[in-house]
């Protein structure tokens, strides 16, 4: 899910053990293709059909843009004005407006269901693959295949493979038209395989799970995300502050972060955008400073939280919530 996860790739920031395999043998289509066998072998082990798996192997391919895509993630540091610059642009948020207006109906019935804000299940829609327009075009199977063959994750995208396949063993979707990001995160929702496993949702009933093509299924599954992972709608995600009175944020736990009431903050010194005190509600919040003291700085809620499962990155969580506040002011 994604800038991984970045969606997807930040959910790969765990490292697993190294496979002696890959270590002691040349990375090649020769190589992949005796590594494809050993995939096969272990999926008729864990009881997948057959014909499937047999199918599925048979169209694999070695993808090393895909592994040099995993080896080379983007180093250049940005600063979150343009990284929401790029992210949020004018454009996305005036699409993001139009396409809340036109599925509202939709909308709210989910995001009653769920307990999730609409305008969170578009403001994710959106940053995740631009509407629906960007969905990848990598075969899943061949780039998650690549990725283990090749070592450094290979229990985490082994497993994402065998995710893959329960998927198109259970009909959500042919093994053919499995298509996503280099990662191998799918559909609109950009969902890894065992994350859609866990999440994803037939909301129309058809026998589906469809976060590829069908809306209802693509707004419910990132509602049931939202809700399973403790979203809670009586709240909203945060909000920018500034600091006075010398403070310089020494207890924002950027690792840990502190997660205690407004009141303690507004003792140390934070206060609203525009000066004036916080609420005095009884919420507990976190201050992060994504860029130190001289970027922006925010009070973010335990949904703040909520949206760092999805992504681990502050970046990617204020830019999500800085487009839902956008399509709450219709601007």
């Known amino acids: 899910m994604g800038w991984v996860l970045r969606r997807c790739a930040l959910v790969f920031l765990v490292t697993f053990g190294t496979n002696s395999y890959a270590e002691t043998n040349e990375k090649s289509?020769?190589?992949?293709?005796?590594?494809?066998?050993?995939?096969?072998?272990?999926?008729?082990?864990?009881?997948?059909?057959?014909?499937l798996v047999d199918s599925v192997i048979a169209d694999l391919s070695y993808r090393p843009t895909v592994v040099k895509s995993d080896k080379n993630q983007p180093e250049k540091k940005i600063t979150l004005d343009s990284y929401l610059a790029t992210r949020v642009p004018d454009w996305k948020v005036k699409q993001a407006i139009e396409l809340y207006e036109a599925y509202k109906g939709l909308l709210d019935?989910?995001?009653?269901?769920?307990?999730?804000?609409?305008?969170?299940?578009?403001?994710?829609?959106?940053?995740?693959?631009?509407f629906g327009k960007i969905q990848g075009k990598f075969p899943v199977f061949s780039a998650l295949a690549s990725l283990a063959y090749e070592g450094r994750r290979e229990a985490l995208f082994k497993k994402q493979f065998f995710a893959a396949l329960q998927i198109v063993q259970e009909g959500h979707i042919s093994a053919s038209a499995l298509k996503g990001s280099w990662a191998g995160a799918m559909g609109q929702s950009q969902f890894m395989p065992t994350s859609f496993l866990h999440y994803a949702v037939d909301y129309d009933g058809d026998g589906k799970k469809d976060i590829w093509q069908t809306p209802a299924d693509v707004f419910a599954s990132i509602a049931n995300f939202l809700a399973s992972e403790g979203w809670d709608n009586n709240y909203t995600w945060g909000r920018q502050v500034k600091l006075v009175g010398g403070y310089q944020g020494e207890h924002q736990g950027l690792a840990k972060w502190d997660f205690v009431p407004l009141s303690v903050w507004q003792s140390r010194g934070v206060r609203k955008f525009d000066l004036s005190d916080l609420p005095s509600a009884d919420i507990k919040a976190s201050l992060i400073m994504p860029d130190g003291l001289n970027g922006r700085i925010y009070l973010v809620y335990s949904n703040f939280h909520t949206l760092m499962k999805w992504n681990r990155s502050s970046y990617f969580g204020i830019s999500v919530s800085y487009l839902a506040d956008r399509i709450k002011k219709g601007d």
Request: charged share 20%.
């Open 29 to 51: 289509a020769a190589g992949f293709a005796q590594y494809a066998v050993k995939l096969q072998q272990e999926a008729l082990e864990k009881g997948f059909e057959s014909a």
């Open 109 to 130: 019935e989910i995001g009653q269901k769920y307990g999730v804000q609409p305008r969170f299940i578009v403001a994710l829609w959106g940053n995740e693959s631009n």
